[in-house]
């Protein structure tokens, strides 16, 4: 960590690296999936421009993410160690799990054998609004037709003319999530889907979050081109996605830059609903292939679609998981997350993690950050996220400086999102090119 003069003065834990694996290979992507969450290699600093100049800064994506812009994201080669998917999840990364299945309870399963298991199970088309104006849960898997339907959702037209490459069909969508309010089957099928999917967390994941992989989990089902159009969630925490049988084509990109003046959403607005990011030119950062058994990783807020693509019937399971905590994430893209109204309700814990309210002049904010080191100091030291929060090196430790600092340049973010209007749609910048420096643009001019 970073000393400030010879303080020696840290609080957190010593994080382990891979170095008792011979696996070379593990062991340095391990190093990449630490060090380019602050772009702390020679060569990949570079950042976006700040929402002030004391504010906190934003990487470039594409240093950030890795991976090959426009094709795949970063893989995590089998048998995926706990150590890599902990970093990948905590700092938001994007990656394609391999094997993720293997060995799970579900592994292979097909939409006829879902059908066979639970024929009392109730889910819906989406996008049929007409017909299922709220939602209901009307089909049942054991009437198994619906294996090899498929029918253009409400608005589909008009999403092909926005982007010739949205999926043509409406998926199927079994929401186990919902089922606190009684509709997606009787509660023996509750009880069995909720043993199978404790019985599948992937041998890569803390078996602690099999409760949340219940809570969170969707089957997304369906005949070839069908598929789920660009959309944004809502959820706080990560996403991981499991094709049990079939293939998908997955087109993904972040949350959009948001810039100084682009404004900010007003409370509960969601913005990239259903279509938003067509008519917006949305570009995908990746796109690519999911094959059976595999998965893909994600983070709060990215913009995704997905079309299956094999031969038959394709089954995902798609879930959120709450360990780890992608705070490094949240402090990497604070600006943007802060801002963008799908992700308010995940607003106020951010804001919480610093530990107080923020000062508006940066000499208070620098005291006040002495004084809340002092007395975490005295406590012991930092909980899990908020030692993400403040560990700009990502060495397990939170030093006097880098808490300091970082509260600072908190702070700061703080008020200049404030300070930017509220607007239902902001102007978000789509792009997660590199932006051309202002001597480059002055060049072309001439």
Not at 9 to 30: H, N, S, T
Not at 107 to 128: I, T, V
Not at 175 to 204: M, N, T, W, Y
């Amino acid at each position: 960590s970073k000393h400030s003069g010879s303080e020696p003065a840290m609080f957190g834990f010593a994080k382990p690296r891979l170095c008792w694996q011979a696996d070379l290979l593990r062991i340095c992507l391990v190093g990449w999936l630490a060090r380019t969450s602050t772009g702390s290699l020679p060569g990949r600093s570079r950042t976006l421009p700040k929402l002030c100049e004391a504010c906190l800064e934003e990487p470039l994506e594409t240093e950030y993410f890795g991976g090959s812009p426009g094709g795949e994201p970063p893989r995590l080669r089998h048998p995926v160690s706990k150590e890599a998917f902990d970093q990948a999840a905590r700092s938001g990364k994007v990656l394609i799990l391999e094997n993720a299945s293997f060995g799970a309870a579900m592994e292979g399963w097909s939409c006829a054998r879902l059908a066979e298991e639970f024929p009392q199970a109730r889910m819906r088309r989406e996008y049929d609004w007409v017909k299922n104006p709220e939602d209901r849960n009307l089909q049942e898997l054991g009437q198994a037709k619906w294996i090899s339907s498929i029918e253009s959702g409400e608005d589909s037209a008009d999403r092909l003319k926005q982007d010739g490459e949205a999926p043509p069909f409406a998926p199927f969508y079994w929401g186990v999530r919902e089922h606190r309010q009684g509709d997606i089957g009787p509660k023996k099928v509750v009880k069995k889907i909720k043993k199978l999917i404790a019985d599948s967390v992937p041998a890569f994941m803390d078996k602690a979050n099999a409760e949340s992989l219940f809570d969170n989990a969707e089957f997304w089902l369906g005949a070839k081109g069908t598929g789920a159009r660009a959309h944004m969630d809502s959820h706080c925490i990560s996403t991981l996605s499991v094709v049990l049988h079939g293939e998908r084509r997955w087109r993904i990109g972040p949350v959009p830059r948001m810039p100084k003046g682009a404004g900010r959403s007003g409370d509960d607005e969601v913005v990239f609903d259903d279509g938003v990011a067509y008519k917006l030119n949305w570009k995908p950062m990746f796109e690519f292939t999911v094959k059976e058994g595999e998965a893909v990783l994600f983070p709060p807020g990215w913009i995704h679609e997905t079309l299956n693509i094999a031969e038959g019937c394709t089954v995902a399971l798609t879930t959120q998981f709450t360990i780890p905590h992608p705070v490094r994430y949240y402090r990497s893209f604070y600006n943007r997350l802060r801002r963008v109204g799908d992700l308010n309700s995940c607003w106020r814990e951010m804001a919480s993690w610093p530990g107080a309210k923020p000062p508006k002049k940066s000499e208070e904010a620098k005291q006040l950050a002495e004084q809340l080191f002092e007395e975490r100091s005295r406590q012991g030291g930092f909980q899990s996220r908020q030692l993400d929060f403040f560990d700009d090196d990502e060495d397990g430790n939170v030093t006097r400086d880098e808490f300091v600092t970082t509260f600072v340049q908190w702070a700061a973010t703080e008020h200049a999102v404030r300070k930017e209007k509220r607007k239902r749609m902001p102007h978000c910048d789509m792009t997660w090119e590199a932006p051309v420096p202002e001597s480059a643009k002055d060049a072309q001019e001439l």
